[in-house]
């Protein structure tokens, strides 16, 4: 396994956990502001004149988590049609 796949593996934990803690986003507005406070967040520990990379990087994991958030609950939902009677395994009401 890749670097990237073990940091891929993180950010989808940090996804777990907030999701735990959080509503998922409600829409496009929402999201950005998540992802918005995030970069914020990080920018705080880049400013910082001592550079503490485990911060840096927790900062970095939530901002992959709350990107990767944003194209399932805001992009990818929203654009996805409803699902049919019967497609979650769930059987039709016939009667």
Not at 66 to 73: G, I, P, T, Y
Request: contains cysteine; hydrophobic residues 45%.
């Amino acid at each position: 396994m890749t670097e990237y796949e073990y940091a891929a593996i993180e950010i989808a934990e940090e996804i777990k956990r907030a999701r735990a803690k959080h509503a998922p986003m409600r829409g496009a507005h929402e999201g950005y502001a998540v992802l918005l406070e995030e970069v914020d967040e990080l920018w705080d520990e880049v400013k910082r004149s001592k550079a503490d990379l485990v911060a840096m990087r927790k900062e970095a994991i939530q901002i992959g988590a709350m990107a990767l958030a944003f194209v399932v609950e805001v992009c990818d939902r929203a654009a996805a049609p409803a699902p049919s009677p019967g497609a979650l395994g769930e059987e039709a009401d016939h009667g």
